[in-house]
């Protein structure tokens, strides 16, 4: 059986499976094109359940693109705290800045259009317009990929920009007259019974009669990938360091790594604590008393930051600094994961 006729079979297998099995997800029940994009750009490189509660409340507080264009940095940073990658919520406020000028403030219905926008790549713009629209416009990520390779017995690497074309162009040629659907349904498949990282289950899935893989014997094989390249290693000090109950922080860089965020004071390197010390004062500081040492490690897509945290007590607050109090902290600053995990830390120093 070639490719093509494969995936030629799968509306009719899918979208009755999908009906019957699917699971219940809050973006699931709507077609509206703000809300899908914003669930496709959470669900970026994050889990569904820890995106299901930031959906909700990123809602509530910015309900409609218009709320969204006008939305302060701070208080989406801090909608967006603990989900990681924030060049997304950086590139959704631009997007939304675009559609309330250049489209009055509707959504584009355009496949072209909808790619043009800040931060939306080939497979978000096909998820929205198929979704949003009804559009034959594949939405081909890593779970399809994966569906795709063994439905098809196939061993090219999936994460190859070639592999991944050849996918979209096969996909175009069956998209059904439901496309949305039929969009949701491969993502489910792919999420679901056909998984990362385990044994796909085969015996339960509607495509078993005709998945080559499944027939060869090879699904367990596949997708391919090439081979990861090690990531980069990076030490980091970082201070965390409080005056008369209040924290210093300080903001990033508006570009680069974790653009325009919150953190704690750092340098490179992991310094012992005599240098630790010593760097503090370099700041104009003059600590009073070590609290705590920790040891922390974040890892980003291509960088390992490798951490050791110095709790300090300082006799005054330097004018270099923002310093806040733990509430302030917890409501209106916005602390990546790699810095967040050292808050954490403070109820048990």
């Not at 940095?73 to 631009?94: A, C, I, Q």
């Not at 360091?241 to 965020?261: D, K």
Request: charged residues 20%; glycine residues 6%.
């Amino acid at each position: 059986m070639e490719p093509i006729s494969v995936l030629s079979s799968l509306p009719d297998a899918l979208l009755p499976w999908y009906e019957a099995h699917h699971r219940v997800l809050p973006w699931r029940e709507t077609r509206e094109p703000y809300r899908i994009w914003l669930s496709e750009i959470m669900l970026q490189q994050t889990r569904v359940e820890a995106v299901k509660g930031y959906y909700t409340r990123f809602l509530q507080a910015v309900p409609t693109v218009a709320a969204l264009a006008e939305c302060p940095d701070d208080t989406l940073h801090k909608l967006w705290e603990g989900l990681g990658y924030y060049s997304r919520v950086r590139n959704l406020k631009k997007a939304a800045g675009i559609i309330m000028s250049e489209y009055g403030g509707i959504f584009p219905q355009e496949y072209t259009q909808v790619l043009a926008l800040p931060g939306i790549g080939e497979y978000t713009a096909g998820a929205i317009c198929s979704i949003a629209f009804n559009l034959p416009t594949p939405a081909v990520d890593g779970n399809v990929l994966r569906v795709v390779s063994r439905l098809t017995d196939d061993p090219s690497p999936i994460d190859l920009p070639a592999t991944k074309a050849k996918v979209r162009q096969a996909l175009e040629q069956v998209y059904p007259p439901d496309a949305g659907t039929f969009t949701q349904a491969l993502m489910e498949l792919g999420a679901t019974l056909c998984g990362p990282n385990w044994k796909p289950q085969c015996v339960d899935c509607p495509c078993q009669s005709f998945c080559l893989g499944n027939l060869s014997g090879s699904a367990e094989r596949l997708p391919v990938k090439s081979p990861k390249k090690a990531k980069r290693q990076e030490e980091r000090t970082v201070f965390i360091l409080c005056c008369e109950g209040r924290y210093a922080l300080r903001r990033r860089p508006e570009q680069g790594l974790l653009a325009g965020l919150w953190e704690f004071p750092n340098v490179s390197g992991c310094l012992d604590t005599r240098q630790a010390l010593s760097a503090v004062e370099q700041l104009g500081l003059k600590p009073t008393q070590l609290l705590r040492e920790v040891s922390r490690t974040h890892i980003f897509t291509h960088i390992q930051w490798n951490m050791r945290g110095i709790y300090l007590e300082v006799a005054q607050p330097a004018e270099a600094f923002h310093w806040f109090t733990p509430e302030q902290i917890r409501t209106q600053t916005a602390l990546p994961t790699a810095f967040r995990q050292f808050w954490e830390e403070i109820q048990d120093v």
